[in-house]
Structure formats: C-alpha cells, structure tokens
C-alpha cells in the first residue's frame, strides 16, 4: 500500500476551503473546473475505513477455558466442604426418616379412630401394639385399606348429599317460577 502525504490531503481541504469563502463572499457559481490533485489517497482511505468496519462487525468467537485443579486451595476447600454440607444432609434426611414414619403411623391411626367414631382403652393398645411390635405385619395394610375404602365411601356419600342438594334447590325454583306464572294468569 501507498502511503498518503498528510501535506497534500491538506493542501486540498485547504483548496477547497478556499472555494467555499470565495463562494458565500462573491455569491456567485463555483468555478467549473476545480483542480484536485490526487484523489486515490482519498479512495484509499474510505477503502481502509470500510474494510475496518467490516473486521469490527464480525462476530469474534470468545473461548472460556475453566480449570479444575485440586492443587488449588480455594478449590480444594470448596470440595472438602460441599462433601461436608452433603454428608450432614444425608445424615439429617436420614434421622428424619424414622420421625416421617411415626406421622404417617399416627396420622393412619388418626384416620382409623374417626372411621370407628368412638375408641377404647383396649383400642389404642391394639392400635400402639400394632405399629410398635408388628411394624410390616398384614393388620397395618388390612388397616389402611378398610381406612381407605371407609374414606372413598364418604366421598361418594358426600357427592351423592351435594347433587341431591342441588336438585332440591332446582326443583324448587322451578315450583316458585310454576307458582309466579300461575299467579299472573290469574
């Protein structure tokens, strides 16, 4: 590539300068002919600016690169303490086990003394020995079930009281409409 001559660029802005205070004072056209000395510099710099804007548009490709070295202290603390908060979270979930276990054996003897209506002294000791002494016996599943199916029976029952209310409301509407247009046809 060429290298421009910073004096001859200026001597034509300088040039044109010329011509434009020559032209507010005179008021008059430009001269047709002006006398440009090399415009290649010019062409060759709006040349460079656009190939600069073109490198400046594409994407540029960023790679990160992470690296995971034990011999780093920060690193290896971070390990040594998330295996630490993991092991105390498996210990914790692991003590609470047996506490989830107890609320779901106390909350199916809840369910099993509200299908019953009333409960005995010989009733919770039949219950507590049954889920103290015999924990995986068939009497807890046989429980459940007959709780379950007492449960779903309600449900139904409930259902069935619910449309029969509706029905009700229904046909007594329809009995006050009945009787409002027999009144009018009085």
Known sequence: MK???VNEVY???EEIKELIKSRNEKNTAVPTKIEIT???AINELSYKLDETIKEIRKPVKTEHHHIFSIASN?????????CIMCLFLLFTAFCQRKEIATYKDNDLKYRYIQMQGYVTTEDFAFLDSIFHFNRNSKKI???CES????EENIKQRAKIIEQEERL???RERLEGKSNLSDVKMK
Do not use: H, R
Request: proline share 0%; no cysteine.
């Open 168 to 170: 009700q409301e229904a």
């Open 74 to 82: 920060k690193i290896f603390y971070g390990v040594i303490g998330l």
């Open 147 to 150: 709780v379950e199916t007492f």
């Open 141 to 143: 599943q046989e429980l």
């Open 3 to 5: 290298n421009i001559d």
């Open 38 to 40: 090399n415009l290649s």
């Open 11 to 13: 001597t034509l802005f």
